[in-house]
């Protein structure tokens, strides 16, 4: 088989060859399908610069260059902010979670605390505020507070599905 005519296929696209040159590039063609799929990829490329609104070739480079980086940066720097806007809105359940188990952490610390005053520790710091106060009181303000907390919690996270729910329906309807 002789040479690849990659060399020339534009050339030869653009109708530029002639005589012993021509024939040469359509013999080889004619048997190689590699240098054929590469012409093709030439006409598919031209075809879709003529279809284009604003043709690369009709417009000088540094000025087709400057338009395209005129349209690039706005969309990204709003693709930024939807991103990093996505991220914190998507955090808001882990956040509130957090918070839900820090909370639990904490009130069951203090139920450690009240048990071990009921259980003779309280002894030990007899001099301590929490013994002039009712233990019982205590351990039910402490139950209380959780299950009101834990509550405002999950009246949060009902309300950040809802409102997910409906930017999705949202969404949907835009696409
Ligand atoms: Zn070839």
């Not at 690849?4 to 109708?15: F, I, M, P, R, T």
């Not at 991220?87 to 904490?106: D, H, T, V």
Request: charge should be negative; aromatic fraction near 8%.
């Amino acid at each position: 088989m002789d040479e690849h005519v990659h060399a020339w296929l534009e050339a030869y696209h653009d109708g530029e060859l002639h005589g012993r040159r021509l024939q040469q590039v359509e013999s080889h063609l004619a048997s190689c399908k590699e240098c054929r799929s590469e012409l093709e990829a030439l006409q598919n490329l031209s075809a879709l610069l003529q279809e284009s609104p604003s043709p690369a070739h009709l417009m000088p480079p540094d000025r087709f260059v400057a338009q395209v980086g005129l349209r690039l940066p706005r969309r990204q720097e709003e693709a930024n902010r939807r991103g990093s806007l996505n991220i914190s809105w998507r955090a808001i359940p882990f956040g509130l979670f957090g918070m839900w188990a820090f909370i639990q952490a904490l009130f069951i610390v203090i139920d450690l605390i009240l048990l071990g005053l009921t259980f003779g520790l309280g002894d030990l710091l007899s001099q301590g505020a929490l013994i002039s106060l009712n233990r019982n009181e205590l351990l039910l303000w402490s139950i209380g507070l959780n299950i009101g907390l834990s509550m405002v919690i999950g009246l949060l996270y009902l309300s950040w599905l809802v409102s997910w729910w409906v930017g999705r329906q949202h969404t949907q309807n835009e696409t």
